[in-house]
């Protein structure tokens, strides 16, 4: 008498239902292993490996093999491996985070920005640059500058490829203004300094630039009311036409 099959293991609960889905097929075509393995053209082990769920996915190729044994469809198989695969991935990358917080704030120099970019990774679960550079977009991040920040080689030379960066180490929205801070501050960035060449610049770029303005905005505010103090009305009058001359060279989304 056959051996009970064991139970599927739903370590990973969308490669569990991709087990569970090859499994009915075997049951709906009345086929043991071994006669399933004659038809697919691969090892018993094989068919039976990719019906045993857990963390990791068995090759397309098995799969396909597999459900076309049985008489299934590829077409509904392959939307249960993108599932499994997407999950799988998912998880294997949860169990690589770190669990150091990074902290742009306290950078003093490119060094401490490169180490504090270096943690947003490792706490984003290490993702493969490949990965990396196709969902950033097109000219976004290419894979070997994403690989030399990782690897403490190098640093974006361009905010838009730091923005880029740190979007794919799951840092969005306002939390990207204490990373916009360390920018500005160690790469000594000025209003007269041309940042973005893009007529269209993506809502993170957009945040940066609205974030800038409103910085230099802030700064040269504050120098105004010092200046006041100390030299009075004269003064005013001068600084407020330096001003006027600063603001309109803040070109920095052309």
């Not at 086929?31 to 090892?43: K, P």
């Not at 090759?59 to 509904?76: D, F, H, L």
């Not at 902290?103 to 640059?129: E, H, I, N, T, W």
């Not at 004269?234 to 407020?240: A, D, E, G, I």
């Given at each position: ?6 139970p ?16 009915g097929l075997?049951?709906?075509?009345n086929?043991?292993?071994a006669e ?42 392959c ?6 695969t997407?999950a ?8 690589r985070r ?5 902290k ?8 401490d ?9 490792r706490?984003?679960g290490?993702p ?6 196709r ?33 794919m180490?799951e840092?969005t929205?306002?939390d ?20 973005f060449h ?11 630039i ?7 905005e ?6 105004t ?23 309109s ?6």
């Amino acid at each position: 008498m056959a051996r009970p099959e064991k139970p599927i293991d739903y370590t990973v609960p969308e490669v569990g239902d991709l087990a569970a889905h090859l499994r009915g097929l075997r049951d709906a075509a009345n086929l043991t292993y071994a006669e399933l393995a004659d038809r697919a053209w691969f090892s018993e082990s094989s068919v039976k490996r990719a019906a045993r769920g857990g963390a990791a996915v068995p090759r397309w190729e098995v799969v396909v093999a597999y459900v076309s044994a049985c008489g299934g469809s590829e077409n509904e198989a392959c939307g249960w491996y993108a599932r499994a695969t997407a999950a799988a991935a998912a998880a294997a990358r949860d169990a690589r985070r770190s669990t150091i917080m990074p902290k742009p704030q306290f950078a003093r120099d490119l060094a401490d920005l490169s180490g504090a970019m270096r943690d947003a990774y490792r706490r984003a679960g290490c993702p493969r640059v490949r990965d990396m550079e196709r969902e950033a977009g097109p000219g976004r991040l290419p894979r070997n500058t994403a690989h030399g920040i990782i690897t403490a080689r190098a640093l974006p030379k361009e905010v838009r490829t730091y923005i880029a960066f740190l979007e794919m180490c799951e840092i969005t929205g306002r939390d990207l203004i204490p990373w916009f801070a360390a920018w500005a501050r160690i790469r000594r960035v000025s209003p007269r300094q041309r940042v973005f060449h893009l007529s269209a610049p993506l809502p993170s770029e957009q945040l940066f630039i609205e974030w800038f303005n409103k910085t230099q905005e802030s700064a040269l505010a504050e120098e105004t009311v010092a200046l006041t103090i100390v030299d009075g009305q004269q003064r005013l009058s001068t600084l407020v036409e330096l001003r006027k001359g600063a603001e309109s060279e803040v070109d920095i989304a052309a």
